[in-house]
């Protein structure tokens, strides 16, 4: 009786359980990584202490720049607008100035944060370039943009 009874027993558990275990787990959205490498022309806004360009290239947008490692910026030094949303970046690296006056530039992205296409994006760019202060400057942006692809509702 008790064998019969564990057996009817094993049986339920499995009948309930069968059920529960074939619901598929939702899938985590697919990773999309994206190249960069874009190109850009700086002019210096002395009102904002920053430069002002426009990346052309596989990453396109107007940007604002104001890296003054010496100031000790607490936002981003970086921020780019474009038609697929906002990205901010926090940068660091070499800042290496010659004797003529020119700064030689090679930054790495060490934070970032954005919205559209960019919300929740894992961000890994270089910007190398040089400046001439007050002046202009001249630039490249390398690495790759790395983000959930969006699925459409269903």
């Given at each position: 009786m008790r064998l019969t009874q564990a057996i009817a027993a094993a049986s339920m558990?499995?009948?309930?359980?069968?059920?529960?275990?074939?619901?598929p787990?939702?899938?985590?959205a697919p990773i999309s990584c994206n190249k960069v490498?874009?190109?850009?022309?700086?002019?210096?806004?002395?009102?904002?202490?920053a430069e002002l360009g426009?990346?052309?290239g596989l990453l396109n947008g107007s940007f604002l720049l104001t890296y003054q490692p010496e100031a000790g910026s607490t936002g981003p030094n970086l921020v780019i607008k474009g038609?697929?949303?906002?990205?901010?970046?926090?940068?660091?690296g070499e800042n290496i100035v010659a004797d003529d006056g020119s700064v030689t530039r090679k930054l790495v992205t060490i934070g970032s944060e954005g919205d559209g296409a960019y919300a929740g994006a894992k961000v890994d760019l270089m910007l190398s370039g040089n400046f001439e202060p007050e002046k202009k400057g001249s630039y490249e942006l390398t690495g790759s943009i790395c983000s959930q692809v969006k699925r459409a509702r269903r």
């Open positions: 558990i499995a009948a309930i359980a069968a059920p529960l275990a074939a619901k787990v939702p899938a985590a490498l874009s190109v850009a022309e700086t002019v210096w806004v002395a009102e904002a202490a426009m990346f052309e038609e697929d949303g906002v990205l901010r970046l926090w940068l660091a």
